[in-house]
């Protein structure tokens, strides 16, 4: 089981506080994932949970019971480090093993496990190599062996992925899901990329400097994000926001509408403007247009939008997916 | 150095270096050659303008089949065998300490590094006058306190004594080496081995020492090549006397004391198989260490 709550969690590093009194519930067998800016405190509060930092104050709970002063090694969680942080001098094998030898596990069981784990993560054939000589894709996933065979409560990973390469970086997604959907333990992940958020989590934690900003699934962050930071960092491109007359118009202080939201078109439209940037991805264009009067916006167009630098263009938005925000920069019903 | 020029130009500014490099080590290494093979008694007449005898080997067996030649090898090994592991022990334990973060930081480490400053000699003294005299010895007057008769130690215990001195000049550089070790390991690895629930003394075990593994060696390494040719500490304290003449000081009382010039340098040629010899030992154990 792997129900972890945290309860008026706070931690300053001297006089600079960190994380301002927090709460968050997380189920067992649940994929949630801390997303936000660099500095937003997601890596602290993950070393929270794992108990490598100490909290301030408030009450970290693993399954009902009071977890605050449990060292990390007697909290039933493990850790994929950024750095995978392997041990060097030791193989494959004596890696992934490591934690079993701590537990005093015999050898025989050590060596089954290990295999076990070697087997689901396809590093059979390098169990007796040196860290040193494996590509980054596989130090990775002998971080996770290492972490698996602990059969912990649930598995907690701090920007794993961000010294992979773009191809790679998508490959180990889909296998940590994939990996999530096979053991059914409850996963924390941390990143600071928004895309791996939305693919891999069943629950998305925004973090603003400390703050939750927003809890929910990918998909209610996207439709209704209940504050302008939320709306501007999920999704890409960004979403556009528009102070001034046109939000009043709308009752706003400031309204937000997704690049995918605003309809192009050369002959009418509500707002008129010029192209400037256009950046051909193939299946979408996004085009960066100084629209007359607001500034510039960005608008995305399905396939090949046959509009060039310096075009005039005319911009729609859909009308049910404007968002507007009051100016707290808090969603207005 | 691209050019044929610059690289001509290169090896012709080099070559008074060199030159000087070579003259300093083959003149002295073919004068010892030279005298070990001739009978030279300085005190007896012997002298280079008056030609000297050829005596073949003879040197050579003389020096071998003293009563002194074993016990200083013995002495030698002892020395540098005992000083490596007090340094190094305590190099590692100092290291782990002073990497720490504390208050005054700075000025510890340069406090730590200053031993290494003091000449041999002066330390030397400083140990013999101030530390282990008998009557006036800081350490006299602590057993004192306690009760105990002082320890004569540069002659009661003239080997170990000798060991904490060398110790206490060398153990700066152990530490100062295994410190800037100490401090590239990733603090993630520890923070790892944590989570896999290794207590304090298996993190030291399984992650910081093999981590310091190739400082180590490397100071085993300077270490041995330094503390093969010790003289002035057994000079200032011993002269040689309670067991505690090297092969060093055995080779300076032949060519000085006995002036014999003919015995000592068939000893220092000796001096300089035994330190090939270690260093062909310790280059074979630990250069595999070097290489991963």
């Not at chain 1, 399905?302 to 509009?307: H, S, T, W």
């Not at chain 2, 700075?106 to 000449?119: K, N, Q, S, T, Y």
């Not at chain 2, 399984?206 to 040719?229: C, D, G, K, M, N």
Request: with cysteine; charged share 15%; proline share 5%.
């Amino acid at each position: 089981m792997g129900k972890i709550a945290l309860k008026h969690v706070t931690k300053s590093f001297g006089a600079t506080e960190v994380i301002p009194p927090l709460d968050l519930d997380i189920e067992d067998g649940e994929f949630v994932v801390f997303v936000g800016p660099s500095g937003c405190g997601k890596s602290t509060l993950l070393r929270l949970i794992a108990g490598l930092e100490d909290v301030t104050s408030g009450m970290i709970e693993i399954d009902g019971n009071d977890a605050t002063k449990v060292p990390p090694s007697k909290r039933g969680l493990a850790m994929v480090f950024q750095s995978y942080a392997l041990y060097p001098h030791m193989s494959v094998r004596k890696n992934i093993a490591f934690p079993l030898r701590m537990a005093k596990v015999d050898e025989a069981e050590r060596n089954r496990k290990v295999e076990a784990a070697a087997d689901i993560l396809n590093l059979t054939d390098y169990l007796e190599r040196r860290p040193g000589q494996l590509s980054g894709g596989q130090r990775q996933r002998v971080a996770i062996g290492r972490a698996i065979v602990r059969e912990p409560e649930a598995f907690l990973f701090d920007e794993p992925l961000s010294n992979l390469d773009a191809a790679l970086r998508v490959n180990m997604r889909l296998e940590i899901s994939e990996l999530h959907q096979s053991l059914k333990t409850t996963m924390i992940y941390v990143t600071h990329d928004q895309v791996e958020a939305m693919t891999m989590a069943d629950k998305i934690v925004v973090l603003n400097a400390g703050r939750i900003a927003q809890v929910g699934s990918p998909l209610e962050l996207y439709r209704s994000p209940q504050n302008i930071f939320v709306a501007g960092f999920i999704g890409s491109p960004k979403m556009n926001f528009i102070e001034g007359e046109e939000a009043g118009k709308h009752g706003a202080h400031t309204i937000g509408v997704r690049p995918e939201h605003l309809a192009l078109s050369t002959d009418g439209g509500t707002w008129e403007g010029t192209v400037g940037v256009a950046e051909h991805l193939g299946s979408d264009t996004f085009l960066h247009v100084h629209v007359d009067g607001i500034g510039a916006l960005t608008v995305r167009a399905q396939g090949e939008a046959g509009l060039n630098h310096g075009d005039r263009a005319h911009i729609t938005p859909d009308p049910e997916r404007i968002h507007r925000f009051d100016s707290d920069g808090l969603a207005l019903a | 150095m691209a050019t044929q020029h610059s690289r001509t130009a290169a090896r012709f500014m080099m070559a008074p270096a060199v030159f000087l490099l070579l003259v300093w080590m083959l003149v002295p290494l073919t004068m010892t050659l030279f005298f070990s093979f001739k009978k030279y008694l300085p005190l007896r007449g012997d002298s280079m303008a008056n030609g000297l005898e050829w005596v073949g080997f003879a040197n050579y067996v003389r020096f071998v089949g003293s009563s002194s030649f074993w016990p200083s090898i013995q002495a030698t090994l002892i020395i540098v065998g005992g000083v490596l592991v007090v340094t190094i022990v305590l190099g590692v334990l100092l290291a782990m300490l002073l990497d720490q973060p504390m208050w005054g930081q700075g000025i510890v480490r340069i406090l730590v590094i200053a031993p290494f400053f003091v000449m041999p000699t002066v330390s030397a003294l400083v140990w013999k006058n101030m530390f282990m005299d008998p009557n006036n010895g800081l350490l006299a007057y602590l057993w004192k306190a306690f009760g105990g008769t002082p320890v004569e130690w540069l002659s009661q215990a003239a080997l170990p004594s000798l060991i904490m001195i060398v110790s206490w000049q060398w153990l700066p550089f152990a530490t100062l080496i295994l410190l800037t070790a100490i401090q590239s390991l990733d603090s993630e690895q520890l923070e790892a081995a944590e989570m896999d629930g290794a207590p304090v003394l298996a993190r030291f075990w399984f992650i910081i020492l093999p981590h310091l593994s190739r400082a180590i060696t490397i100071v085993i390494l300077i270490q041995t090549i330094f503390l093969l040719s010790i003289f002035a500490e057994i000079f200032v304290t011993t002269g040689g006397a309670f067991g505690t003449k090297t092969l060093t000081y055995l080779i300076f009382q032949r060519v000085l004391e006995s002036q014999n010039v003919g015995l000592g340098s068939a000893g220092g040629v000796y001096a300089i198989i035994l330190a090939n010899i270690v260093a062909l030992f310790l280059m074979r154990i630990v250069g595999k260490n070097l290489d991963a």
